[in-house]
């Protein structure tokens, strides 16, 4: 066994609805796969992607967004995709042309998008729309994709303003009508990850780009970023993230601070724990993060692939780690003195787990633990106590903590 799955031979993807999307720039094909490599669908596109490799491909809900490099080596292009009757149709091309202020080489970009539904039917000519969610999110000017309706019908609005009531005002007036929970999404930035800060090679910096202007919003340095390999979007219920890989550490990088407010280690690193596999995309479906790479480890055995292949990380909180405390470390064997264990429980973002069930265990024939089953509290923390035996040795304690009962 070899571990291969997907086999693309590309090393950009996307994830929609299960199944796993790559473009072929030289037989201009956006190619469908399924989990297990099987060719499901493939989208002749009308456009010419061009010749330049596709380096980096987002998806924000119903557009494709592809990355390659632009005229020149300073340069990049970001096409926009979308799919109708079976085929893939150009809808914008974005270019970043180097000037004396910013030169530009990039590998990887992350959308900044959401994916909602209308909260209230809307009827051709309304000049307003409500949303379920993430309208927090909209400023004048963001563009809005609602669609489909019950006639497979899609069409884009502009946003001018927040009213009183909580709808968002539009330019124009609606041309379809839509249904309550019909499917809205808008994308409100660009996070470019470019080897130059301005102008400086070898520096690294995060671009913001505002959309729809296609502007420099913000420029973001830090020399680590320089390193970064890939990267994506992903919004919890409190916040809005970049992820981010640099070496076997996945970084969250907040939005609206610019600064990494957690980081995860993933496991791609072989077997002498000193190799690194490089992840050459990331791709979220749900709380699922998938990571695009040609190499990988499996119990202890290193594998190398000639197509690049994914690896998966879950997103939610699991024990991933636990430390062991005993005080006093020294009893008397009287078989009376009792000393406390506390065992720390913390997940793979290196946070506290809460409520795990925990079993603390020793290896004396006399002494004992008292509390042998608990659970974490909030603080990831379960105690113990161990009561002396009568015979001078030392004890072995073994504190074990599980995902689940």
């Given at each position: 066994m070899t571990y291969e799955n997907i086999n693309f031979k590309k090393?950009?993807?996307?994830?929609?609805?299960g199944y796993f999307y790559f473009i072929d720039e030289e037989s201009n094909i956006?190619?469908?796969?399924?989990?297990?490599?099987?060719?499901?669908?493939?989208?002749?596109?009308?456009?010419?992607?061009?010749?330049?490799?596709?380096?980096?491909?987002e998806y924000d809900g119903h557009f494709f967004w592809s990355l390659q490099e632009g005229p020149t080596d300073q340069d990049i292009v970001i096409k926009k995709w979308f799919i109708e009757n079976y085929v893939v149709h150009l809808e914008e091309t974005?270019?970043?042309?180097?000037?004396?202020?910013?030169?530009?080489?990039?590998?990887?970009?992350?959308?900044?998008y959401y994916n909602t539904t209308l909260s209230a039917n809307v009827l051709i000519d309304d000049s307003s729309i409500y949303l379920s969610e993430f309208s927090e999110f909209i400023v004048p000017g963001?563009?809005?994709?609602?669609?489909?309706?019950?006639?497979?019908?899609?069409?884009?609005?502009?946003?001018?303003?927040?009213?009183?009531?909580?709808?968002?005002?539009?330019?124009?007036?609606?041309?379809n009508n839509y249904t309550i929970d019909t499917p809205v999404y808008f994308t409100t930035n660009l996070w470019?990850?470019?080897?130059?800060?301005?102008?400086?090679?070898?520096?690294?910096?995060?671009?913001?780009?505002?959309l729809p202007q296609n502007e420099i919003v913000s420029?973001?340095?830090?020399?680590?970023?320089?390193?970064?390999?890939?990267?994506?979007?992903?919004?919890?219920?409190?916040?809005?993230?970049?992820?981010?890989?640099?070496?076997?550490?996945?970084?969250?990088?907040?939005?609206?601070?610019?600064?990494?407010?957690?980081?995860?280690?993933?496991?791609?690193i072989e077997a002498n724990?000193?190799?690194?596999?490089?992840?050459?995309?990331?791709?979220?479906?749900?709380?699922?993060?998938?990571?695009?790479?040609?190499?990988?480890?499996?119990?202890?055995?290193?594998?190398?692939?000639?197509?690049?292949?994914?690896?998966?990380?879950?997103?939610?909180?699991?024990?991933?780690?636990?430390?062991?405390?005993?005080w006093p470390k020294i009893?008397?064997?009287?078989?009376?003195?009792?000393?406390?264990?506390?065992?720390?429980?913390?997940?793979?973002?290196?946070?506290?787990?809460?409520?795990?069930?925990?079993?603390f265990r020793d290896d004396d024939s006399v002494g004992f633990m008292t509390i042998q089953n608990t659970y974490t509290n909030l603080a990831g923390r379960a105690t113990s106590y161990y009561k002396a035996g009568i015979v001078p040795r030392s004890v072995l304690i073994m504190v074990m903590a599980t995902q689940y009962d």
């Open positions: 090393d950009h993807f996307v994830v929609r609805d956006l190619y469908e796969k399924a989990s297990d490599g099987v060719t499901t669908f493939t989208y002749p596109m009308i456009a010419m992607v061009g010749t330049n490799e596709v380096e980096c491909l974005i270019e970043f042309i180097h000037d004396a202020d910013h030169l530009f080489d990039v590998d990887t970009f992350s959308l900044e963001t563009v809005i994709t609602i669609g489909p309706n019950d006639d497979e019908k899609y069409e884009d609005v502009t946003v001018t303003g927040t009213l009183d009531d909580g709808a968002l005002g539009l330019n124009f007036f609606i041309k470019l990850v470019n080897h130059y800060a301005y102008s400086e090679a070898n520096a690294g910096a995060i671009y913001q780009i505002k420029i973001t340095e830090d020399s680590d970023f320089d390193l970064i390999s890939s990267s994506c979007f992903y919004t919890d219920i409190e916040n809005k993230y970049m992820l981010i890989t640099i070496g076997t550490n996945l970084r969250f990088v907040n939005l609206v601070t610019l600064v990494v407010d957690k980081t995860m280690t993933m496991d791609n724990q000193s190799t690194i596999h490089p992840v050459h995309a990331l791709q979220l479906d749900g709380e699922t993060l998938y990571r695009l790479q040609y190499h990988a480890t499996y119990f202890n055995n290193d594998y190398h692939y000639s197509t690049a292949n994914y690896q998966v990380s879950p997103m939610r909180p699991f024990v991933d780690s636990v430390s062991i405390d005993v009893l008397p064997a009287n078989g009376i003195n009792v000393a406390e264990v506390t065992a720390i429980v913390n997940d793979q973002f290196a946070h506290p787990i809460q409520i795990k069930p925990v079993e």
